[in-house]
């Protein structure tokens, strides 16, 4: 048996490893505090659903993207976020616990959402006749690799906290180095496609990558909400699951270019994330008064 072919086994279990870290720092009272904050679930899932789609088209009409390139780059923008915003809002000071209940409930709303806005842009831009099933498979994804390695953190945290405490840094330093190595894999693995279709569809890949970080942060912040929230909602929403889009061009509809924009998205978020967390991390905190 060959390292590739056990590599994606290999991520999936640092994945889970990486969310018992992330369980590690949180508790009960942290989700309770969500409800609290009504207003800005409600947002990030308008942005999700509606904003981010409709910007998308705008996207592709201004720049006038190819047909095939504009349904994958539609399909990327229905997916929801991916398991990387919560190691991201975990590194830059976000609040881990909306993004894990973010990630639990965009997931189990893009069942209908993605299928619904694939199936529009495919009528629209293709005019193929294919349509996308409901992804009910998703929801068994989100629950193995997100929601139960990050309860078994909560409940080791709650047995044993000075144990939690001194694993803080170590698991910091453990997602940082999954994240590289998920950028040096996708860089990789997608070189060549990303090499031949990169001026086609790449500046509206970048585009929308920034637009979609730009949007999840700076509307929750002109809207009131504090920083640690609003770099959630910035990471959730910039952050998608593109994972999930390639494997529905390619194992669903059956056609690689589908996948491209989706392929450069997943190379493209690892140096744009980091730099948008740099940026959040270097604007000021408003204090009480809001100054």
Known sequence: MSFISILPTLLFVALGLVMFGLGLSLTVADFRRLLQHPRAVVLALVLQALVLPAACYGLIVLLGVPPLYAVGLMLLAASPGGVSANLFSHLFGGN????????????????VSLPLITNWA???????????????????????????????????HRRAPAFSARMEKPMKIFS?????????????????????????????????????????????????????????IGFEIGIHNSTLAIFIALSVLNNFQLAL??????????????????LVLRRPRRNATGS
């Open 96 to 111: 881990v616990a909306m993004n894990i209940s973010l990630t639990a409930i965009n997931t189990l709303l893009s069942i």
């Open 122 to 156: 495919i009528a629209t831009f293709a005019k193929t006749g294919q349509v996308v099933p409901l992804q009910f498979g998703k929801v068994l994804e989100v629950i193995v690799i997100v929601l139960i390695p990050v309860v078994v953190g909560m409940w080791v």
């Open 176 to 232: 940082a180095v999954v994240l590289a190595a998920f950028a040096l894999i996708a860089i990789a693995k997608e070189w060549a496609a990303l090499s031949a279709s990169f001026a086609d569809i790449g500046p509206a890949v970048l585009l929308f990558n920034a637009l979609s970080l730009c949007a999840g942060y700076f509307l929750p912040r002109a809207l009131g909400m504090d920083k640690s929230m609003a770099t959630a």
């Open 261 to 278: 924009p989706a392929a450069i998205y997943s190379v493209s978020m690892y140096i744009m994330a980091p730099l948008f967390g740099m």
